[in-house]
């Protein structure tokens, strides 16, 4: 039996592709990088692949056109130069790659773009203003889905890397990649001596191996499964309501 989901164009064939129209492309973008010791490699492609796909079958099921297109493995990981398979491909390559996919969805009539970002190195904004100078007729945003929710009301500890909130994710979407929690570190990182950084108005790339042991930014201690089910959820809701949104608006008229 046949069980390709409609919106995952990687499970799509050109039977059913050659008459469709869809709304919204969402191009998921993730990294391949070290997540403390106890996370696999390719953490964020995994939660860009299950949180994008459960989100668009929410925006499906409530009548939206959306198509999911596979996710880019490799992110923004400049400042891990010496963390071992860390792969770092360079912003300029990002350009390059988002010019080629709008290529195609410009030619092809499929005139919004979301890219669904699952890595903090990964900064799209620069792009996405470049890229709307060459594409006038197409829509292009970006969404964080890490930043989505409040945190806080889901986990105690917070980080921004192989934290709680990450380790609960991949217990819930792929526990049998988790390392046993003999194996976590504690993720503690070190801060910038110059005060304007923790202020957030002064910004430079951290050198990752001088600001954490293990890799990871935030104490995973306290991850469960429960806390990742119940977190991701509630993102893949807001998530589809955006997708479904999304693909509704009309791009000639967008304010209010
Ligand atoms: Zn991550």
Request: aromatic share 12%.
């Amino acid at each position: 039996m046949n069980k390709s989901r409609p919106y995952i164009l990687a499970e799509a064939n050109w039977q059913t592709l050659k008459n469709a129209q869809f709304e919204l492309a969402i191009l998921p973008w993730g990294a391949t990088e070290a997540h403390n010791y106890h996370l696999p490699y390719a953490t964020d492609i995994y939660e860009a692949d299950f949180l994008s796909a459960e989100a668009a079958k929410i925006a499906w099921e409530r009548g939206a056109k959306p198509i999911v297109l596979p996710t880019i493995p490799f992110g923004v990981n400049t400042g891990q130069s010496d963390i071992y398979l860390d792969i770092n491909i360079n912003p300029t390559t990002q350009l390059a790659i988002l010019d080629d996919v709008l290529t195609t969805l410009n030619r092809q009539g499929i005139n919004k773009l979301l890219i669904f970002n699952s890595h903090g190195g990964n900064n799209f904004k620069p792009l996405v203003r470049e890229l709307g100078l060459r594409f006038p007729k197409m829509f292009i945003c970006f969404a964080n889905w890490f930043q989505s929710m409040k945190r806080e009301e889901y986990f105690t500890n917070d980080g921004d890397h192989a934290e709680e909130m990450e380790t609960s994710l991949m217990l819930y979407l792929k526990p049998e990649l988790v390392l046993p929690k003999t194996f976590w570190g504690t993720g503690s990182s070190k801060k910038f001596k110059i005060k304007a950084f923790s202020e957030g108005w002064l910004w430079a790339e951290r050198k990752w191996s001088a600001v954490s042991e293990d890799t990871g930014i935030g104490d995973p201690a306290l991850a469960s499964a429960e806390k990742g089910q119940k977190f991701f959820d509630d993102v893949c809701l807001k998530m589809g309501n955006l997708f479904f949104d999304l693909c509704k608006a009309d791009t000639e008229d967008l304010y209010e």
